[in-house]
């Protein structure tokens, strides 16, 4: 214990912890954008490509001639998939660095955790996931969906008579504000059509649980009881999608018997499973990577270059809907901010409303004058072979974003 | 292949001399319309779902030929091998071909522009059966027609029972033929004949699950069970079974599940027990060695793909060595490089270990990428098999605990047996005393540590078919395999071992009653206050200090 004190280990902790938080990039005549997503902890693999794709979308616009002359600087982050890290680092963002705006956050927590920050400082944050709803920040640019154009209708497609006709609904998720909320949404939902409270369960498992066998089990033994067609609404995240999936299909159940409605599954999720006995399970996304349209194959051939042109450490040919919002933010940003003429976030709120941008699904986003939301397609995707997802359902256009649920 | 054409003879022979007996009543079947089927195929949900179920319901009067024709269709259906132009189905080799073949008509044609459907999941489910009931039909093979008739099992309500006649009458494997009857007299539980009824009944109850236990049940609001006692009494014996079998059922899946946790536990805390007993090392990179076994897996598993494809399959097998090694290098490297300067300072070893394992994880991340590593699953570690009612042994969970219980076997093989095994004994118990006597303590503390991060590569082999494998996974076992080796007591492998299986199978006794989370604050609490009555575990080795 030879001159061990406590000072001295928070110190070496803190170093420790945080290897140089945040990357500045110096220049004159640039305007800045700060990026919040992991490249460490459970979040990494899916917010990592978050980062890259933000370059990727400002090197587009730059190669452009940027944005009202200037040309554009992304400042990333680590913020180790500690949701408390967001805020400080979020804080240090808009303070310090002065970034005109924050892309960032993948789960709901850090969102929460960013959401008093970008308030008091009166920043603003493009959020690109899908998300519970039930909120509504003049900071934050709500770039992907609400449950109500997401969940509502893939269950809805599940409940009716082109889906599989579902009557119970074994909820399980990780235990955190998203799933819960998502969970008590869908559970008033179901009330609201006359389904009994007793055809449904819900389980939660900590973050970045793996050991799925327990609640597997219990999941075909709900199955097999009477009162028809049982499906699984799955809202775990992270690494715990994979484990979950394998054990599943190893205990010998197919989407035929009980399909999952993947919430939050991804095509980067299914990287290193064998999906022949996953074939048919469900996700719901504003944004499949097999959506036909020449936007798509735009950006799809944009990211496998710069992928091969920068060496990033992520698939060439995976894209996922968060990184094709977060392209999408970056582009509205812009649009708003050339606009107003302005990088003041007062100017670039007020330049909002009546933004569209034909975005790579092959919907035209649009922004109204009544909140931060962005009204988005809605597809619902099938697992196939090959580790994708093929488009089984998709709307006939974008519905109007609905912030506050009326159900829960 | 010599007699594959001439069974199949007998066996078309059979199936229309079934079909003479069967249904002396019927007109010789109208033959399919190929095109129109195709073209429903083609069509949407509730077209491709009237074609295919009209399908289920002649098939047992079809010829074989069109039978055999609409599985092939139905199966390129399914893997997405089926192009559709305009109001023509194109059946192509494989998915996206440039070519393929007109389905009625068996012209060859371009298949540029086609438009290959996605199934939804009721008409997936629809044409899976359809598909079963060809193969079962028609196949060639043995084997072949056993996976159509599984099929058929799984959704057995949709299958009419002409079907299964047919099926039965034509079966030429005295096996499949039994087990045909089986299921044909377990499908008829809804039959008006009472005695085909009753035999239903008993068969239903011969396969036990909580399936069949809602089948039986739903029986009971049935007029007869008021009316007729035979029934009545039938019902409730089979019912009576099919309980009982599925809590045995459920009783060994806890079982299972328990041991499986356990293993899981007690691969990635063996290593730890011997590092932390033996130099007091508390290494908070041991869950980085696992990463790095898992990766040496994988590199396996890559080399073998170059060199020696026909090989792949063994490659769980031959990376155990690989990867031992691999992680024991790394650990060895790491104790002469850092850790033997901090022996007298704990903390300070803690923080360097700590240092070491955010190293390694951004080391790999920088050379190979965050994204989950892609293993091939062998036949030996994907799936699984029901034993008995509801209970499924799956073999990935089977692989580790088989290996964990040769790693336990070899570990104590190696502590009790062998001089490296008498000098780490040694040490752990008395430092001091075992320098004294000429054992090179330096040493011994370099072997063992090697040793414990070796047996940490090993779990990481164990750990690539059950988990994903990624820079982050190591982070997911260090918090459970400390919890298990102060349970255990330091040191002592046997105490790892029976920690393992306690907090293993408390945690899945806990989860169903009370969910994952509370299982894990719970037993945590427990451990705390078990801690606190006996600070030295269950099984504390006597040491001199």
Redesign the interface.
């Known amino acids: ?2 001159g ?1 004190t406590r000072r001295g ?1 928070l110190g ?2 803190a170093a ?1 912890a945080a290897p140089a938080l945040i990357r500045p990039a110096w220049a004159a005549d640039t305007v800045k954008l700060g990026c919040l997503f992991s ?4 979040m ?2 899916l917010e ?1 490509r978050l980062n890259h794709v933000v370059r990727m979308a400002a090197d587009g616009i730059n190669a452009k001639g940027g944005v009202n002359g200037r040309r554009i600087e992304v400042v990333t982050s680590d913020p180790a998939s500690d949701w408390p890290l967001y805020a400080q680092i979020g804080r240090q963002m808009l303070q310090q660095e002065k970034v005109a705006a924050l892309f960032g956050c993948w789960t709901s927590v850090s969102r929460k955790s960013v959401l008093p920050v970008v308030e008091q400082n009166d920043g603003l944050l493009f959020y690109p996931l899908h998300f519970e709803g039930d909120e509504n920040s003049k900071n934050i640019v709500y770039a992907n969906s609400p449950p109500a154009s997401s969940v509502l209708p893939a269950v809805d497609y ?1 409940m009716g ?5 579902a009557k119970r609904f074994f909820m399980i998720g990780s ?1 955190y504000v998203w799933p819960r909320t998502i969970n008590k949404q869908l559970k008033a939902y179901w009330t609201s059509k006359g389904v009994p409270e007793t055809a449904w369960r819900e ?4 973050l ?4 799925f ?3 597997v ?2 999941i ?2 709900f ?4 009162g028809g067609q049982p499906i699984v609404v799955l809202t775990v995240v992270g ?1 715990s999608i ?2 979950f999936l ?2 599943f ?4 159940i ?4 009980v ?1 999952i409605l993947g919430l939050d599954m991804v095509e ?1 999720d299914l ?2 499973l ?1 999906t022949a ?1 996953l ?2 399970h ?1 996700n719901c996304w504003a944004y499949l990577q097999a959506a036909k349209a020449e936007a798509n194959t735009r950006f799809l051939s944009e990211w496998a270059a710069y992928v091969k042109a920068k060496g990033v ?3 060439a040919d995976t894209v996922i809907d968060p990184m094709v919002s977060a392209y999408d933010s970056v582009q509205l940003w812009a649009l708003a901010a050339a606009k107003a003429g302005s990088f003041d976030v007062p100017e670039v709120r007020k330049a909002f409303p009546g933004l569209s941008f034909a975005d790579p699904s092959g919907y035209t986003l649009t922004m109204g004058s009544e909140n931060n939301y962005v009204a988005r397609g809605v597809f619902i995707g ?1 697992v ?2 090959k580790q994708g997802f ?3 359902w998709q709307s006939p256009d974008a519905p109007k974003p609905v912030p506050f649920s009326p159900y829960g | 292949m010599v007699e594959g054409p001439g069974r199949f003879g007998l066996a078309g022979l059979l199936v229309w001399i079934a079909s003479l007996v069967m249904q002396p009543a019927l007109a010789a079947a109208a033959p399919l319309d190929r095109g129109a089927f195709a073209a429903a195929l083609c069509g949407d949900g509730a077209a491709q779902t009237r074609s295919v179920e009209s399908f289920l319901g002649i098939a047992s009067e079809a010829e074989s030929s069109d039978v055999a024709w609409a599985g092939t269709a139905l199966r390129a259906l399914l893997d997405r091998r089926l192009a559709c132009l305009g109001e023509t189905a194109l059946l192509l080799d494989r998915a996206g071909a440039a070519e393929g073949v007109d389905a009625a008509t068996g012209a060859a044609r371009p298949a540029a522009g086609g438009r290959s459907p996605v199934l939804g999941l009721r008409q997936r489910a629809l044409v899976e059966t359809a598909s079963g009931a060809a193969v079962l039909l028609t196949a060639p093979g043995v084997e072949a027609r056993r996976t159509g008739l599984a099929t058929l099992e799984r959704r057995i309500a949709a299958v009419p029972e002409a079907l299964l006649l047919r099926a039965a009458a034509a079966e030429t494997d005295p096996g499949l033929r039994l087990s045909l009857a089986a299921v044909a007299q377990s499908a008829a539980l809804s039959s008006a004949d009472p005695a085909r009824r009753l035999a239903a009944i008993r068969a239903v109850s011969e396969a036990p699950s909580g399936a069949a236990r809602s089948r039986l049940s739903a029986l009971k609001a049935d007029p007869a069970y008021g009316t007729d006692p035979a029934f009545r009494a039938t019902l409730d014996a089979a019912l009576a079974r099919v309980e009982r079998a599925v809590s045995i059922g459920d009783g060994l899946a806890v079982l299972y599940n328990g041991l499986s946790f356990a293993s899981i536990l007690f691969m990635a805390a063996a290593g730890l027990a011997i590092i932390f007993g033996l130099m007091g090392v508390i290494n908070l990179a041991q869950g980085e060695f696992i990463m790095i076994g898992a990766y040496a897996t994988y590199g396996v598993q890559e080399a073998l793909r170059r060199l020696a494809p026909a090989w792949l399959d063994s490659y769980l097998l031959v990376a155990i060595p690989v990867a031992f090694l691999a992680s024991a290098g790394v650990g060895i490297a790491i104790e002469a490089l850092i850790l033997r300067h901090l022996y007298r300072r704990p903390l300070m070893s803690l923080l360097a270990t700590w240092a070491v394992s955010l190293f390694l994880i951004n080391g790999v991340r920088v050379a190979v990428g965050s994204q989950n590593l892609q293993f091939t699953m062998p036949s030996y570690v994907s799936g699984g098999v029901p034993l008995y009612a509801d209970f499924v042994v799956t073999w990935n969970r089977l692989f580790a605990i088989a290996f964990a219980a040769v790693t336990l076997v070899l570990t104590l093989v190696i502590l009790k047996r062998t001089p490296l095994g008498l000098d780490i004994r040694a040490v752990t118990q008395n430092r001091d005393m075992a320098a004294c006597l000429g054992i090179r303590t330096r040493r011994v503390d370099r072997l063992a540590f090697g040793f414990g991060s070796g047996l940490a590569g090993l779990a990481g082999v164990a750990l690539c078919p059950i988990y994903s494998v990624n820079p982050g996974m190591g982070a997911n076992f260090i918090v459970d395999s400390f919890m298990v080796v102060v349970l255990g007591g330091v040191g002592t492998v046997v105490g790892t071992l029976v920690a393992a299986l306690g907090i293993g199978g408390a945690n899945v006794l806990i989860e169903p009653l009370y969910g994952a989370v509370a299982a894990k604050v719970i037993v945590l609490a427990g451990i705390i206050l078990f801690l606190q009555r006996r600070p030295e575990g269950l099984f504390a080795m006597r040491r001199r200090r």
């Not at chain 1, 970045?208 to 050991?211: D, P």
């Not at chain 1, 199955?223 to 009477?226: C, E, G, V």
């Not at chain 1, 299909?249 to 010998?252: D, L, M, S, V």
């Open positions: 214990m030879v061990f280990f070496t902790t420790l490249s460490s902890g459970t990494a693999n990592g599940l008579a082109e889906g599989v006709g235990d389980e939660y498992v900590p970045g649980f793996s050991n066998q327990t609640l089990n219990q075909r033994s199955a097999a009881q009477p690494s994979p484990d394998r054990e299909a190893n205990q010998g197919r989407a035929t018997d399909p980067a990287e290193g064998d006995p074939v048919g469900l450490p992520f698939s099938s196939n072979e093929d488009i089984l």
